[in-house]
């Protein structure tokens, strides 16, 4: 009995062990698709100044084509920068070559004037005339079982060894049964989708490590995560059914503004404080999060207006001294929109979300505009906000003394802090094994402070293996970001890409006291049903937005 005891509880951490090697090994090898070769390549436009050949126009990869602007070219440009045989394409030896055929303006690789043939790899940009094009190799026949079975093997483990110490009935099992058959069964009708595909595992893996250790503090914690994670799959998959085309957004990018500003005045007014703030709507037995919803709208908005904008933001119309900066009319809404997001944030004390919501706003801006100006901007603009609410609000106050020196208030505001480092100092490399660890001692264990109980009962190599499937989550997020065809596209992906990556490192850097703790979930880990809802279609959009490579 001990010794199958013993067994049980190491063996959900051995077996995510082994599915993070796994994972971290597939992409360190660029095998994170399949082990099947992939379709041929296609020459693809990256970017298109001409109405007939919108960017994402793609033409399969022949033996030879020429480029010009003659009708009897194999890619015809009407282009009257484009002569009428521009350049060659033709492949040797499985690689791609390019050669310009003396044209008048020549061809250029990576803004390099092609005088020889030279070779085209995959990333580089050929710019002909007014059209950027460049190598894309679509994958085909992706198929990885092992992964897409991981999280509920994770589930199945983790369910018999709680059973086993008698923590959880047998049919709190049969909860975790369902679920680990849901969440393989949908990484494995992803599949076809390449990309998609791999970007559901590190989630599923997450949302199995979740549900495992919500039973492990709570039963009741369990189930009513059970039924969140099924609602966030159906509105993944729902996303997948009703996102025809993500472009129709843009059209609509200042009504999400305005629906986010409603939200939030909604909750200063009807809102329910809960843990010093007043960030929750109350709707009978149901409590919900509505700044979870608004950090969608505002994305949306911010990459429509961004885009929309962009080479004047970059660029800037007006001098001040040595910097050259945007007018009024482009700037001031775009800063009027946030402040006002903002400042809404500030009514609610729900400062956590305020500064999610400000590292956004600068990240998005600086992506849009790769302005080192606009980002050093923000950051001092940041430190001032910071200051002025550490002045105003008491709480504040409290929560940076406590990062400061949590020992001085270990029986106040650093109890929590403290107990989180006692759990992850003493766990080891292996922790304490699932079910012996002490989350009672932790208070909020459930939900801000669950990574630290994670970190007590799988040790080191478990803190570090759900860190780094953050990691991967978000990595393949901006891979995804950079791939997609079109700019606003691709400030939709790198928008929520990086709303996951630093809602991770703050919540996570909170638990650890590395900064001030707020009062934000850690995504797909912590319990609640607003924050995976929400994070749920995010995931989705991005699954989405992978098919237009």
């Known amino acids: 009995m001990f010794w199958v005891t013993l067994a049980l509880k190491y063996a959900m951490s051995i077996l995510f062990y082994v599915v993070f090697g796994l994972t971290l090994y597939l992409y360190v090898q660029k095998k994170e698709w399949s082990t099947e070769k992939n379709g041929s390549p296609m020459l693809t436009a990256y970017k298109s100044d001409l109405q007939l050949i919108p960017a994402g126009t793609s033409w399969d990869l022949e033996a030879e084509m020429v480029i010009g602007r003659d009708p009897g070219c194999a890619i015809s440009f009407p282009d009257l920068f484009v002569s009428g045989r521009h350049a060659r394409i033709f492949t040797s030896g499985g690689a791609c070559y390019v050669e310009d055929l003396g044209s008048a303006n020549g061809t250029f690789i990576n803004g390099k004037p092609v005088r020889v043939p030279e070779r085209l790899l995959p990333g580089d940009h050929l710019q002909i005339g007014r059209v950027t094009l460049g190598l894309n190799t679509p994958p085909r026949g992706q198929r990885h079982y092992m992964l897409s079975l991981a999280p509920g093997a994770i589930l199945i483990f983790g369910g018999l060894s709680l059973y086993w110490q008698q923590i959880v009935p047998l049919r709190d099992f049969y909860l975790m049964a369902v679920i680990a058959l849901l969440l393989g069964a949908t990484a494995i009708g992803l599949q076809p989708k390449g990309p998609g595909a791999f970007l559901f595992i590190p989630v599923a893996t997450l949302s199995a490590l979740s549900l495992v250790f919500l039973f492990r503090i709570n039963p009741v914690f369990g189930v009513r995560q059970f039924y969140w994670i099924i609602i966030g799959v159906g509105i993944f998959w729902l996303t997948q059914l009703i996102l025809k085309d993500y472009k129709r957004l843009f059209d609509y990018q200042y009504i999400f503004m305005g629906l986010a500003v409603v939200f939030l005045s909604m909750t200063v007014v009807l809102g329910t404080t809960v843990s010093g703030s007043r960030s929750w709507l109350m709707l009978g037995a149901l409590h919900f999060e509505p700044s979870e919803l608004v950090k ?235 924050s995976y809802i929400t994070n749920s279609f995010m995931i989705g959009f991005l699954v989405k937005l992978s098919e237009y490579r």
Not at 307 to 329: A, H, K, M, Q
Not at 497 to 513: F, K
């Open 296 to 530: 969608i709208f505002i994305i949306i908005f911010l990459a429509g207006y961004l885009d929309e904008n962009r080479e004047v933001l970059r660029l800037g119309t007006r001098r001040l001294g040595r910097f050259l900066l945007p007018d009024w009319p482009y700037l001031g809404p775009l800063l009027a929109a946030i402040g006002l997001s903002l400042l809404l944030l500030v009514f609610e004390k729900d400062l956590g979300m305020a500064l999610l919501f400000f590292s956004i706003f600068i990240s998005m801006v600086y992506a849009a505009t790769n302005r080192l100006f606009h980002l050093f901007s923000g950051f001092l603009l940041f430190f001032g906000c910071a200051a002025v609410m550490y002045l105003i609000f008491p709480h504040v106050q409290e929560r940076v003394l406590v990062f400061i020196d949590p020992w001085r208030y270990a029986s106040t505001g650093g109890y929590q802090i403290i107990q989180s480092l006692f759990a992850l100092g003493g766990a080891g490399w292996m922790g304490w094994g699932l079910g012996s660890g002490f989350p009672s001692l932790i208070p909020a264990v459930h939900t801000d402070f669950i990574f630290p109980l994670i970190g007590e009962e799988t040790g080191l190599l478990g803190a570090l293996g759900v860190l780094l499937l953050y990691l991967l989550l978000a990595w393949q997020g901006f891979r995804v970001a950079l791939q997609v065809s079109d700019s606003f596209g691709r400030l939709l992906a790198f928008g929520f890409s990086a709303l996951l990556a630093i809602q991770t490192l703050i919540i996570i850097g909170g638990v650890t006291d590395a900064i001030p703790l707020t009062g934000i979930t850690l995504p797909f880990l912590s319990y609640g049903g607003s």
